[in-house]
């Protein structure tokens, strides 16, 4: 019996050693022999409209309390927005807070509590320079400042509060990477700047010390270029411009919004042999304008890897996933009949929806899904345009 325990228990312990031999044979997957990637959304201008807060503030509650609430219009891309590891968006109408008044076109004033709807949504790196910034002065600034910076995980750039404000590079972690943000526009509609500071406008000498810093703080440059022709598809002299030289100086991503249409997306020759990703627009986000055009956007996707062997960093995947702004309304009184606002994927979107849309009939306008990829496809032609199926 004894000889028999004796024999089990050297073929059990042979066992677990051949079993334990086994573990050790089998490599296991070294994290440094890894690639790093960190993906990247962008949508374009978050225009608030005069009938987009009182959708937002009967949201809330009761009409006129003071409390707005934008989540519901943000529902169908949220999945998407906080899925991204970094995620851009232009706050076209400043927050200016709401003590200086609500208000929509033509001097914005957005309620404050989009701040934290934007937030919530997941986005990360808010550009505030835009033609609309100054729209309530610099008391106007400072609260948009003020209230940006109580949103948690959020930079913002484009409009400071001090010079030393405006000298600070905002930076964002993300697996390792430090990314920098620098914005830029391309003036105010004609509001002169209360200080030098207050808005980041489109100086070459100034773009070049921005850049020469940014590049010593961080390993990825992203700039804002709020730029354009309204409503023009194809970038102007200006814009391709500033694009070659954010290209020679190193930037590595150019978003860029303010036309209220989308414009086409391009890789741009550096003189050091490097390529920049240029978006030329992405179009409106969430608004209440009134041509197809404007109400169709773009959300821009890619990757960041940084190479596990060399470390040199690289955008891959590049992707134009096209968004549109639904809403219903009267088209005989449009302007004041637009309501049930919210941002669709035009993956996400059907032919009912298109045929819903408030405007159809509008100066003989027609909604139709096929319609909104092929006018897409007309001007982003240069990278992938997602459509429905597609695996994103």
């Not at 100054?134 to 106007?140: H, P, S």
């Not at 010079?163 to 697996?175: F, G, M, P, V």
């Not at 086409?264 to 041509?291: A, C």
Request: hydrophobic share 35%; proline share 3%; aromatic share 8%.
């Amino acid at each position: 019996m004894k000889k028999l325990m004796v024999l089990m228990l050297s073929l059990l312990l042979c066992a677990c050693s051949t079993s334990e031999n086994k573990e050790k044979e089998t490599p296991k997957e070294d994290p440094k022999n890894e690639n790093t990637t960190v993906s990247f959304v962008g949508v374009g201008d978050n225009l608030i409209h005069e009938m987009i807060y009182k959708q937002a503030d009967a949201a809330a509650g009761e009409m006129n309390d003071g409390k707005y609430d934008f989540t519901e219009m943000y529902t169908h891309v949220k999945k998407d927005i906080q899925k991204a590891d970094l995620a851009y968006i232009d706050q076209e109408s400043i927050v200016g807070g709401d003590a200086l008044g609500i208000s929509g076109y033509p001097t914005f004033n957005t309620p404050a509590d989009i701040a934290k709807n934007v937030a919530d949504t997941g986005f990360d790196i808010v550009n505030t320079a835009n033609n609309h910034c100054l729209d309530k002065y610099q008391e106007g600034i400072d609260y948009s400042h003020e209230i940006w910076a109580k949103q948690k995980g959020i930079i913002t750039a484009g409009t400071y509060t001090s010079q030393k404000d405006r000298d600070t590079i905002r930076t964002i972690k993300r697996k390792g990477i430090t990314f920098s943000f620098l914005a830029y526009t391309y003036g105010t509609n004609g509001i002169e700047p209360p200080n030098p500071y207050s808005v980041a406008y489109f100086d070459e000498d100034r773009i070049r010390e921005d850049v020469k810093k940014a590049k010593q703080l961080s390993d990825v440059v992203i700039v804002s270029a709020h730029w354009g022709d309204e409503n023009v598809s194809a970038p102007t002299e200006f814009q391709k411009k500033y694009a070659k030289l954010f290209a020679d100086l190193g930037v590595d991503v150019v978003v860029g919004e303010h036309p209220h249409v989308i414009q086409p997306v391009t890789w741009m020759d550096g003189k050091d042999g490097n390529k920049t990703l240029v978006i030329y627009s992405l179009g409106n986000f969430l608004n209440g304008m009134l041509d197809v055009n404007n109400v169709l956007g773009g959300m821009i996707r890619f990757d960041f890897v940084k190479d596990a062997k060399s470390s040199e960093i690289s955008i891959q995947n590049v992707k134009w996933e096209p968004l549109i702004t639904h809403y219903t309304g009267d088209a005989a009184d449009i302007m004041n009949t637009r309501k049930n606002f919210t941002v669709y994927k035009l993956s996400d979107y059907s032919e009912e929806l298109a045929e819903q849309h408030g405007l159809n009939g509008v100066d003989g306008q027609k909604v139709r899904l096929n319609d909104l990829y092929a006018r897409t496809k007309k001007v982003i032609t240069e990278i992938p345009v997602i459509e429905k199926g597609d695996t994103k």
